[in-house]
């Protein structure tokens, strides 16, 4: 048997939230599956750290994927070349996107459709390209995977795709997210990022849906009522309209307390994560959210989102909002800031939750997902 997979977004030090899927699904199912051959096509260069097994092929193929128009040539002519070429029993591709001019099984892994619900939070040519592809892929697939009940419910609703055909398969954490039990290891790292202060921490990419403006304003209302000298940490990568994050920093009582990291390397993102007092993740739309199970592996507590798949990933073992509310975001930081109670036992619920968010769950359930199309 022969799986063609995009790998594209395995990129050495450069991986987000459907790089690290990748990565921790296909290094179990590769191994674990030493008579099938799989082929990896990657855009950028094939790095050895990628080639988890011997039965691994890969495959660099050009252009470059990394805009739209970009897109669109390596899955619509590169990758059809390489798929008529192979001939494979499935092309498996886990940003959701398929090779749309080739008639074989195809199986893809929707996160979320946010660009449908928020398109205004996109580029538009790249939402056009989503608007185009995705539904398409949708139903081209001969199976779906996506990551949260919601979202299943979302992609099936919104392209009219029978449920039956998308199976849901939570994410997991990466390892290297550990508590650090060392109060002078922490002073360190508060020393290093944040003039020796406590802080909170955003962790994600800089998009207008996960709502930086807001936590940043009821960041400084809380800053205003309490007069401590917390810092709020937001490390992650700009993306679309960050000037307006600046701007809104700018006009905060507290601006110099805010403190863009920029997008840091995993070293770095594991001891800013770890030395938090805690995780804030208020997205206004998410298909899973990765940052609040990974503060929970950290021994962070959690203040969240209230809204779609955020309230169903982190279950009771963070302080849910209202995004859209400044005020009721501020209260929490407080309650969180001032109830020593709280806190701890958010970190009790989370130290039990994170268990059911593992790789190894989530690569055998997407295996069992994939054989479906055979």
């Known amino acids: 048997m022969k799986i063609v997979v995009n790998t594209r977004l395995l990129r050495k030090n450069a991986m987000d939230g459907i790089g690290w899927v990748a990565?921790?699904?296909?290094?179990?199912?590769?191994?674990?599956?030493?008579?099938?051959?799989?082929?990896?096509?990657f855009d950028s260069g094939i790095d050895d750290e990628f080639l988890f097994s011997q039965n691994i092929i890969p495959h660099n193929l050009f252009p470059p994927a990394k805009h739209a128009l970009l897109n669109t040539i390596w899955f619509e002519w590169s990758a059809k070349k390489i798929l008529e070429k192979i001939s494979p029993d499935l092309f498996f591709s886990p940003d959701g996107i398929l090779c749309l001019r080739w008639s074989g099984k195809q199986y893809g892994i929707i996160h979320d459709i946010n660009f449908e619900h928020r398109p205004e939070d996109l580029k538009f040519t790249n939402r056009a390209y989503y608007k185009y592809f995705i539904p398409k892929s949708a139903v081209?697939?001969?199976?779906?995977?996506?990551?949260?009940?919601?979202?299943?419910?979302?992609?099936?609703?919104?392209?009219?795709?029978?449920?039956?055909?998308?199976?849901?398969?939570?994410?997991?954490?990466?390892?290297?997210?550990?508590?650090?039990?060392?109060?002078?290891?922490?002073?360190t790292i508060k020393e290093k990022y944040a003039n020796g202060c406590d802080y909170f921490i955003f962790l994600g990419t800089l998009s207008p849906r996960k709502n930086i403006i807001r936590l940043m304003q009821a960041f400084d209302l809380f800053k205003q009522q309490t007069k401590n000298n917390f810092k709020l940490l937001i490390a992650g990568k700009v993306m679309y309209r960050s000037n307006e994050l600046y701007e809104a920093k700018a006009k905060l009582i507290y601006s110099d307390d805010v403190i863009f990291l920029g997008r840091q390397p995993d070293e770095n993102l594991r001891d800013l994560l770890a030395a938090a007092f805690c995780m804030i993740f208020i997205p206004l739309f998410e298909g899973f959210g990765l940052p609040p199970i990974e503060a929970m592996q950290s021994g962070v507590p959690v203040i969240a989102s209230n809204v779609t798949s955020v309230p169903e990933v982190v279950g009771d073992a963070g302080l849910l909002v209202n995004p859209y509310n400044i005020e009721e975001i501020k209260n929490a930081i407080v309650n969180i800031y001032e109830d020593d109670g709280l806190r701890k036992s958010l970190i009790e619920k989370g130290n039990i939750r994170k268990h059911e968010f593992t790789w190894k769950r989530t690569a055998d359930l997407l295996w069992k997902s994939i054989t479906k199309c055979f």
């Open 140 to 187: 081209k697939a001969c199976r779906l995977a996506t990551v949260s009940e919601y979202s299943k419910r979302d992609i099936a609703d919104t392209y009219k795709i029978s449920p039956d055909k998308i199976d849901v398969i939570p994410l997991g954490i990466n390892h290297f997210f550990q508590p650090l039990n060392s109060e002078s290891l922490k002073q």
């Open 23 to 41: 990565y921790n699904t296909l290094k179990e199912i590769t191994i674990n599956n030493p008579r099938i051959e799989f082929h990896f096509l």
